[in-house]
């Protein structure tokens, strides 16, 4: 069953791609706020998680994050990483630069081992704001599950009807490598539509497009948790890692969860 994240800090949960999390949620904390609406997202459809669409303000986020942090450290166990995700798309906050300015001066006086992720949809880099702040992170994880602009509209259904990979990936190429990308790999159907990003011809744009952007690493996972879309299935691990090896070829540090 999909739920969503129920305060502005959450966890630390143990993350499979990124150790003991402390999560930090931006986006409102009774409904969903997104410019994507993936048929495979933990929190639900867009359209079932509407209500107050508030931002969680600034100075909210600081008071929060620092009381858990001063009582994580107090008891000698400090989170290996500060998450930002949450109920949808973090970087659409007003405030998102602010806000990791806050976030690295409490980590570098609470707990200077930690480092500062954010989890994207990567449909914000059109903001100077946005792309400032992700550079100053230590984990930009950005994603992209699809080469092809017909399959991420079955697969994340972006909101915004200008979305094209083509301008994604020439804003993640900006970042000149200082980025981490991600993508769920997955088969299924939904409404008559076959959906499957692990064909040959799928891996093998993605691929061409992961050689044009050459981030810092690669993180390749798929289904672990409950779906909005009941038809979907898992790519089993021996796909991902066979994904994973082709990756490496290129150059670029592949990991699989």
Known sequence: MTALFEDVIFGPVRSRRLGLSLGVN??????????????????????????????????????????????????????????????????????????????????????????????????????????????????????????????????????????AVEDIVRRMHQFSGRMILQTMFLRGHRNGATIDNTTPEEVAAWLRLVEQIRPRQVMIYSLDRDTPCDTLERVTKEELQAIARQVEALGIACSVA
């Open 26 to 163: 931006l986006l409102p904390i009774h409904a969903k706020l997104c410019t994507f609406d993936c048929i495979y997202c933990e929190c639900g459809w867009n359209a079932e998680r509407r209500g107050a669409m508030r931002f969680n303000s600034r100075e909210e986020v600081r008071l929060k994050l620092e009381e858990v942090l001063s009582r994580m450290k107090e008891a000698g166990t400090p989170p290996d990483v500060i998450t930002f995700a949450g109920n949808g798309e973090p970087t659409m906050h007003p405030d998102f630069e602010p806000i990791i300015d806050d976030t690295i001066a409490l980590r570098n006086r609470l707990c200077p081992t930690a480092k500062i992720s954010v989890l994207s949809n990567a449909t914000q880099l059109h903001r100077e704001e946005v792309c400032r702040a992700l550079e100053r992170v230590d984990n930009n994880i950005l994603k992209l599950d699809s080469a092809f602009d017909e399959t991420v509209r079955r697969i994340n259904q972006p909101r915004q009807a200008h979305y």
